[in-house]
């Protein structure tokens, strides 16, 4: 499967309603500095939610990159449809892999984060 053909898809991850990784930095910069009025434990809440979507974001892109190296077979040929299935799988393997593993990346992210919560 040519995984890099995600690439110029026509819907594409982020269409789809996935996170967008700069869009995920913004939401962790604003649970950060956060004048809202909500507790710290609530706010620690939403930053551990956070770095554990940027952290299944990373596993993502590192799934679609090994993916990507992987010579296409024609066992399966479903096109555009088979790409977006896959991105798919992918991305809920992703979920899944950083609920069950500890790759490290959520939990620094969730220490330095939460250094600035107040």
Not at 68 to 88: F, W
Request: glycine share 6%; net charge positive; proline share 1%.
């Amino acid at each position: 499967m040519a995984i890099s053909s995600l690439n110029n898809a026509n819907t594409s991850a982020a269409e789809r309603g996935s996170a967008d990784p700069s869009a995920l930095a913004r939401k962790l910069e604003s649970i950060a500095g956060s004048g809202k009025k909500i507790s710290r434990d609530e706010k620690l809440k939403q930053l551990k939610e956070a770095a554990e979507e940027f952290e299944s974001i990373f596993v993502h892109n590192l799934l679609k990159s090994m993916r990507s190296t992987i010579q296409k077979t024609n066992i399966i040929s479903g096109g555009n449809a088979e790409n977006i299935y896959q991105d798919m799988l992918d991305e809920n393997y992703s979920k899944i892999a950083v609920k069950r593993s500890d790759f490290g990346i959520a939990r620094k992210v969730y220490e330095q984060f939460s250094k600035a919560i107040k």
